[in-house]
């Protein structure tokens, strides 16, 4: 165990997360320096919710907690949030905060202005059926129309962490938009990077300003319109679809046939299904449930991010059997640097491999064709257990290095049975991850296993889940914003962590042993949490390699899995004073990968993938504490004494964190990705050598500064700009894009 400076004292000191809310409960009730109007009724909800004799349900809970923010003293947050909402919602919500309609009701306020024909008098148990017979597959015209550029828009990530201002931001609708700004951008000889949600944390969209300009020169190429990514709150989620993108070409969904990817005819139920780039996966997840009957085996739990942001950063789900997103991938179509529309697919493997994850420099993805399978059901049983059962310490942890809050006594049968159960979830269930929100004496598990019988499911989370996930993530924001505002709480980030903590836990839910599991289609199953996007949040996560046991080949060893764990709590608990971590830790156990440049690739046992999360308005605190965890994880060894390499995931931080002292992208490019680095530059040459371009001239156009460091240092960008001069004509690939074949009477 790395260590820490900890010690019994100093974890005796720090309060339960029961106590800690018990405490806010009495600061209200009692005279103190919390005024009660500031919070009204928070005591008399925390009195009720720990009292046994008195059921609180989650809809009252979310009602009474709602209510408490509406009618406090700092109201002005409640109001201020609402105002994004329409009138008639504005109205359904506080007439729901005030007792007078139920939240089903709210829901169906929100849900009844889209009441889709194709649904009509449909029952939502019949659209959740293993059969589904007869719809035929319609094909959409999507005419190109006059493409606009809007000068010096100021570009922001979601995260906070990127800010630049691009000469023009472009939000085409088509490939031949796409086609139309590419050849625009070469002639002006202007770069082109493209963002969809802009969830990632590292600089991987555009150039950086140029020294003494108001903006970098280049094009931004934005998939979803500003208010699709950059309003919140977002109400993606909602079960409706006033909120959702305008249907374009660029996120239209169709099946395709093996002849379209160059690949084999897929059996058992799979199918190949080609995506436009600004899909989300809000939109992906209703086609796959009510049109496709597919579903990809995992997925990222958020609905608010795009296919192709997804795809270019090489994202993954979890399950010991389940490899990258970019490892589905059977068909890359982009535009290239000579605006002309190009393909890599199954014809090329070894192409594919670098072109699925590539970050944006073969060009601007347009299309995207993805493996998937048949569409089943997720077994759940989530589960909230104590710490130390759910991962439990490593075998070299001492007793009285784990915070006192954790501390459990538990026989050394007992202990047994955690370490089996542990890594009987991560060895076997279909799907595993777990979720520690900080200073909570409980670790929110979610693992479960498939079954390809979609009989007896439910919808999941239900419309009204939904809507209280959604009004539970508002409530997290009004939550941290007016506990800001209080002054008796303004120096405790202890009480705010915690408060916090116990919010988010109360919108997870939780199947005992004795009550029945929920049956979900798998699609809803991998987005269990809807309306993440309304959270802003800064995110470190690592891919940590599992090995084998000592004296076995095949038999994975989870003691580092155990020890980044409990590093990382641990270190949350040195850190009280100021609690720079304030969102929860995640882990999941995920396979290898295929593709040249994932974290993943490489680890024959599968990979650990863990993160730590904080709140925006921790980030001032923030990157001293995620390097302190840093320094943990990279510095496990496995049982031959050999250092483990730790990669991070690309979209997450990692351009400003260190490792061994010095800059990890420094690390990454001359040690852990030297080789891979070589190959994939090796693989573009190739594809650019098929397809007419060079690596000076993605370099030119789809580059930036962080990617030429890695990838393209010593490529050197030539004068001459032959894109002013190619612009040749877009080929028509002639292969049909779904194959025919008949249901029921319907020829598809």
């Known amino acids: 165990m790395a260590s820490t400076p900890t010690s019994q004292s100093l974890f005796s000191t720090v309060p339960s997360l029961e106590e800690s809310i018990k405490e806010i409960g009495r600061l209200v009730k009692e005279p103190s320096d919390l005024d009660e109007a500031e919070l009204p009724g928070l005591d008399v909800l925390i009195n009720d919710w720990y009292d046994e004799n008195v059921d609180v349900g989650e809809e009252e809970f979310m009602r009474r907690i709602l209510g408490v923010f509406r009618n406090s003293s700092h109201n002005e947050v409640y109001d201020e949030v609402l105002e994004q909402y329409e009138p008639s919602e504005r109205r359904a919500i506080n007439s729901f905060v005030a007792g007078q309609t139920t939240a089903e009701d709210a829901a169906k306020i929100i849900v009844s202005k889209d009441a889709s024909a194709a649904t009509a008098g449909v029952s939502n148990n019949e659209l959740h059926t293993e059969v589904f017979s007869t719809q035929k597959m319609q094909k959409t015209e999507f005419p190109k129309k006059a493409i606009k550029g809007f000068e010096n828009t100021e570009f922001q990530n979601w995260g906070r962490t990127v800010k630049q201002t691009p000469a023009k931001t472009y939000y085409p609708e088509n490939t031949a938009e796409v086609q139309t700004i590419v050849r625009e951008a070469a002639e002006s000889k202007m770069g082109v990077r493209v963002s969809g949600f802009r969830h990632s944390w590292s600089p991987i969209f555009g150039r950086d300003n140029k020294n003494g300009q108001k903006n970098n020169g280049d094009v931004l190429i934005s998939t979803l319109t500003e208010k699709d990514a950059s309003k919140l709150p977002n109400f993606t989620s909602l079960p409706s679809s006033l909120f959702q993108p305008k249907k374009t070409e660029l996120n239209n969904i169709s099946e395709v046939n093996a002849a379209y990817v160059h690949g084999q005819t897929l059996k058992d139920g799979k199918k190949y299904v080609r995506v436009g780039t600004s899909t989300t996966n809000e939109e992906f997840r209703r086609w796959c449930i009510n049109d496709g009957h597919v579903t990809l085996p995992m997925n990222i739990i958020e609905v608010e991010i795009t296919m192709g942001g997804s795809n270019s950063t090489i994202c993954h789900g979890a399950g ?35 072109a699925s994850g590539c970050f944006g420099l073969l060009g601007v993805i347009t299309h995207i064709t993805f493996e998937c399978d048949p569409i089943s059901t997720a077994v759940m049983r989530p589960q909230k257990l104590e710490v130390i059962d759910a991962v439990p310490p490593p075998p070299d942890m001492k007793d009285s290095d784990i915070p006192g809050p954790l501390r459990k006594p538990r026989s050394q049968k007992e202990r047994q049975i955690a370490q089996e159960n542990f890594e009987k979830r991560a060895n076997n269930d ?52 007016i506990v800001a505002k209080i002054d008796a709480l303004q120096f405790q980030p202890l009480k705010q962590t915690t408060f916090l903590s116990w919010l988010a836990m109360k919108n997870l839910d939780e199947r005992k042993d004795s009550e029945k599991p929920i049956r979900a289609l798998l699609p809803d199953a991998l987005h269990f949490q809807r309306g993440v996007q309304n959270i802003r949040v800064r995110d470190l996560e690592v891919e940590l390699p599992l090995h084998a046991k000592k004296g076995t080949t095949s038999e994975r060893d989870y003691t580092n899995v155990q020890r980044a764990w409990w590093d990382a709590i641990v270190t949350c608990y040195a850190n009280t004073k100021t609690c720079p ?17 994932a974290p993943q690739r490489g680890h024959k046992l599968g990979t650990c993938a863990i993160e730590i999360l ?19 994880w990279t510095s496990y060894k496995d049982n031959d004494g050999i250092k483990l390499d730790i990669r991070p995931h690309w979209a997450k931080e990692w351009n400003n964190l260190e490792v061994d002292g010095r800059p990890w ?52 960008v030539t004068s001459d700009n032959r894109t002013q001069a190619h612009v040749p004509m877009l080929e028509e690939k002639k292969i049909p894009l779904v194959s025919e074949r008949v249901v029921g009477n319907v020829t598809v």
């Open 320 to 354: 010991i059997n389940h490899p990258t997103l970019s490892d589905l991938v059977r068909s890359i179509e982009y535009v290239d640097v000579n605006g002309e529309v190009r393909n890599v697919d199954m014809a090329d493997p070894d192409l594919l491999k670098s």
């Open 430 to 481: 279909y799907y595993a991850e777990w979720f520690w929100f900080p200073y909570s004496s409980l670790v929110w598990v979610n693992t479960w296993a498939m079954d390809p019988s979609t009989k007896n499911v439910v919808e999941y989370p239900s419309k009204t889940k939904t809507v209280f996930q959604v009004f539970g993530t508002i409530a997290m924001n009004i939550a941290q914003n």
């Open 581 to 597: 971590m304030r969102m929860p830790l995640e882990m999941r156990i995920m396979s290898s990968s295929e593709v040249t440049m």
């Open 614 to 632: 904080t709140l925006h308005a921790a980030a001032d605190i923030w990157q001293p504490y995620a390097q302190q965890v840093l320094n943990h």
């Open 665 to 716: 992208r420094e690390k990454l490019k001359n040690e852990s990705y030297k080789t891979e680095i070589a190959e994939f530059k090796n693989l573009l040459t190739a594809i650019g050598k098929k397809h007419d371009w060079t690596l000076s001239d993605i370099k030119r156009m789809f580059s930036n500064d962080v990617l030429d460091y890695l990838y393209l240092d010593d490529v050197v």
